[in-house]
């Protein structure tokens, strides 16, 4: 390598030692930057890592080529390749080995000088060595040496031919008889040996590459190319191969020879140097010239179930060890994804490549990434309750299990399939019995400002009526809309018309143990006795709290003085109450007659309970204006309580977005919208693209069967919504639909059921086109024209896989239906393809090597809810 720039060379035998080549060559051995061994005047390579220099040799001039012996003993023996085509063995340092002393100086002559470009050892037979040289037209290009040989020179070699160009050399040292000769009349830019089968040379020739078998020497398998330059295999999978011309890299299969599989980005620049990563598969290295960048093609090979390989997917990356222009560059041997990189003066830089990090983060929110050779997944420390399980993704997983929303008939119940502790999803739910069967739920606003509010507010009769025991326990409103508005707050189970019985609400109240709400319901029906019942019984129960009986006492002891003490006490303390219905009762009987904030604005009190105390007391310039600011409010906020306000319309629309932009439960918003909103709402594009998302996650989950019952849920509620026909059989001779056809015709009107199973099978089947009477084709197992019921055909296997007729009315059974592969174009009964391919991979036509079921990737995937 005089005058040329230096390379580098990992030694094969130690993890810390390289040898760098040019002029001379120079052996180093790299340690850590704080270690012992590291002496002064180290150079350094990294942060952490310093080369230090152990010998040098300046016996070999005129270098071109520098190759390592592969074997352990001796260990620092090198072939050296000169400028005159000679090869000369030479060592590092003393070695105390007696085969490595009668090695040294031994040297290989051709029979015609002209330049060595390129050496090989072989990896099992490692006293062969091959050098590749430059054409000579009397001469072979490709010499295999057994550096064993005794062989002395030739006398028709002249005397000065066999002289070292530093002196005399020992006759006995010069090997002129190659044991191989190969590549008459050529030129070899490069070599390597093949791993699968120490017999095997590739060479890169003038205008070809070609694979020497020594076992038979007069014949080569070759293909034209000229990409000949810089041969390697990749130490991964002996079968591939890259080679270089120019700025364009080859990728070649051994297996199919006959062109590269494939051919990476072309550079600029012409390339110097392609290395495979020995510690990372399919990691192809690159250098151009006069470039301070190495460049990365990571390919990736994605195995099919059967195990064949598809066409590698190429990612490619740059990265730059060093500041100055480098000149060469080795990947460490052992150490994954090291590498040493020397530049044109010699400055070498001792450099990591840090892999790409995939990230996976599955449907099921369990996360992982790799790393290098190395898997990591992502536990959540605590177990239970932890942040994963607060996730929305995996609520609406479990609730989806629990068929959260598919309940038409009990739709109340839905909140409890959603674990029955989110208050918002309770009150939807209790919307949803009001406005079933009558999709397109008025907003509450409408209610009122349909009908005139003519009657005064109960404010004004409270004044004297609240401490009245009142006995039939029934509350009037004012007005049909009032009347109206408040049976929209009131769950089922209250009467209608204009007088509302209470009585039945409080009772459930009592048994779902909501003491404290009952109580303050009863009275703002203006029946504080009832209330005192309600508080006293509420701590006599079994999980009751001994407190109520304090509030008991204190609501027993009201006046509606204005300057009593009791009034000034309950004002002070109220709001030390935890409980908020508590607290608002205390602010109902302390407040003025109009002035009641501090029960509307109680944001812990349920929506529906302070729009129905809104209807009962604010007159008719304060409640309209009190609906407009709490819907505006439930609105920005994404409440779910605010749908009593705007209804299943636009404003509903606009409120569930906020309440999925702030939550992400598409899953809520697409039952909901769903099950309530009339056409014009459902098509508004915020709504489609709740339920296209929610739908993905269905199928990301693998819950098929929850998604098609959802589909079919939503055709129901949204005939729009019902996809048109995807796809259809149409006759191969005419062109037309079969099953259209069929169901066009007025005496069969059976539609797709001639093909079928429905009905009695005894029936006639179509075995032809209804168009053109050509024969439909034959299943390729049973060999009967499609159109024929599984269950009559002969040999469909296993008795359980036949259809029993008598049992399905469907339209027709998935056993008889049409399938083919997209590939092949073979095909039959569904029930006989997937009987075949359970125990089979390619298609059952004979001689075709198709395989069909790889074609699908989620043919293998069994559905998450049917486990």
């Known amino acids: 390598m005089s005058g040329s720039k230096p390379d580098i060379l990992w030694s094969p035998h130690h993890v810390d030692h390289f040898v760098i080549c040019d002029s001379e060559l120079s052996l180093y051995r790299i340690e850590s930057v704080g270690s012992a061994e590291t002496k002064a005047g180290a150079l350094s390579l990294s942060e952490e890592t310093a080369a230090t220099l152990l010998a040098i040799n300046s016996d070999t001039p005129y270098m071109k080529c520098v190759a390592w012996y592969p074997k352990h003993e001796p260990e620092c023996l090198l072939a050296v390749g000169q400028a005159n085509g000679r090869v000369v063995l030479t060592s590092l340092g003393q070695s105390h080995n007696t085969k490595c002393k009668d090695l040294m100086g031994k040297e290989f002559v051709p029979k015609h000088a002209r330049q060595c470009n390129t050496l090989a050892w072989n990896p099992m037979e490692s006293n062969w060595l091959a050098a590749g040289l430059d054409k000579h037209r009397a001469d072979f290009s490709v010499l295999i040496w057994d550096i064993s040989s005794k062989f002395a020179p030739e006398a028709s070699i002249a005397t000065e031919k066999i002289r070292l160009s530093s002196g005399d050399a020992d006759s006995g040292l010069v090997v002129t008889k190659p044991l191989y000769e190969l590549g008459q009349n050529d030129a070899c830019l490069s070599l390597c040996w093949l791993p699968r089968d120490q017999k095997l040379l590739l060479a890169g020739m003038h205008r070809n590459l ?88 990571d390919m990736q090979h994605a195995p099919t179930p059967i195990g064949d390989e598809t066409e590698p997917t190429i990612i490619e990356r740059s990265v730059q060890p060093c500041e100055s222009v480098i000149a060469s560059f080795a990947w460490h041997t052992s150490s994954q994804n090291r590498m040493v990189a020397v530049s044109t003066n010699r400055a070498m830089t001792d450099f990591t490549v840090f892999e790409r990090i995939s990230l996976a983060w599955s449907s099921t929110t369990s996360l992982m990434w790799a790393c290098g050779r190395h898997l990591y997944e992502c536990t959540e420390e605590g177990g239970e309750g932890g942040a994963v399980d607060q996730d929305i993704t995996t609520k609406m997983r479990q609730r989806a299990q629990s068929r959260y929303g598919h309940d038409t008939a ?118 504080i006795r009832r209330a005192i019942q309600i508080l006293n019984k509420g701590a006599s129960s079994e999980k009751g709290d001994l407190n109520l009986n304090v509030v008991a006492m204190a609501l027993s002891g009201y006046t509606d003085e204005k300057n009593s003490l009791w009034r000034e006490m309950c004002s002070s303390l109220r709001l030390q109450l935890n409980n908020p219905y508590l607290c608002v009762m205390f602010a109902f009987l302390t407040s003025e007659p109009g002035a009641y904030d501090a029960v509307l604005y109680e944001s812990s009190v349920a929506v529906r309970d302070r729009v129905a105390f809104a209807c009962m007391f604010l007159n008719d310039s304060q409640l309209p204006r009190y609906i407009e600011k709490l819907t505006n409010e439930m609105k920005e906020a994404g409440n779910l309580e605010g749908i009593l306000l705007t209804g299943l319309t636009k404003d509903g629309v ?37 339920i296209e998302n929610y739908r993905n996650l269905l199928d990301a989950w693998r819950f098929w069967h929850k998604r ?74 049973c060999l009967m024209n499609m159109g024929t019921p599984v269950s009559s055909c002969p040999g469909t296997g296993k008795s359980d896989e036949k259809v029993d007729l008598s049992k399905d009315k469907k339209l027709a059974q998935f056993n008889n239906w049409f399938t083919w592969c997209h590939n092949c174009r073979h095909g039959g009964h569904a029930g006989h393809m997937l009987s075949w391919f359970r125990d089979h991979t390619e298609c059952p036509v004979s001689a075709c090597t198709c395989k069909c079921m790889q074609l699908d990737t989620t043919g293998n995937l069994v559905p998450s809810d049917s486990i």
């Open 210 to 297: 070609a694979i020497f078998d020594l076992r038979n020497t007069s014949q080569k398998m070759f293909v034209n190319t000229k990409a000949i330059q810089g041969v390697t295999v990749d130490p991964h999978f002996h079968d591939r191969v890259a080679s270089f011309f120019e700025g364009q890299v080859a990728i070649w299969d051994l297996r199919k020879f006959e062109k590269p599989v494939l051919t990476l980005t072309e550079q600029p620049k012409p390339l110097t140097k392609v290395a495979w990563c020995p510690t990372r598969t399919g990691l192809l290295a690159t250098l151009t010239r006069d470039s301070n960048i190495v460049r990365l093609y």
């Open 410 to 527: 009990q739709v109340w119940r839905n909140h409890l399939l959603a674990g029955g502790d989110d208050p918002q999803l309770k009150s939807l739910c209790i919307l949803k019995i009001w406005s079933r069967g009558n999709r397109g739920t008025n907003s509450l606003w409408c209610i009122l400002a349909s009908r005139t509010l003519s009657s005064p507010p109960l404010a004004r009769r409270r004044a004297g009526a609240v401490g009245v025991a009142r006995t039939d326990r029934r509350m009037r409103c004012g007005s049909t809309a009032r009347s109206g508005a408040w049976r929209c707050s009131c769950p089922a189970g209250s009467s209608a018309g204009p007088e509302i019985d209470v009585e039945p609400f409080l009772k459930s109240l009592e048994q779902e143990g909501e003491w404290e709400r009952a109580a303050a319901v009863a009275l703002f029906n203006l029946d």
């Open 654 to 690: 606009d409120l569930m977005e906020s309440y999925v932009d702030r939550t992400g439960d598409v899953q809520t918003a697409s039952f909901c919208m769903l099950k309530g909103s009339p056409g014009e709402v459902v098509k508004d594009p915020r709504v489609q693209c709740w």
């Open 708 to 781: 098609a019952e959802f589909d079919i849920h939503r055709s129901k509620l949204d005939p729009s919504s019902k996809p048109l026909a995807q796809v259809f059989v149409s006759c191969n001779f005419c062109g037309k639909s079969i099953s259209y056809s069929c169901s066009a015709m007025p005496h069969q009107g059976r539609g797709f059921s001639q093909y079928g199973v429905s009905g009695s099978p005894t029936k006639s089947k179509v075995t032809s086109c209804p168009g053109c009477r050509k024969p439909l084709p034959r299943c390729a197992l």
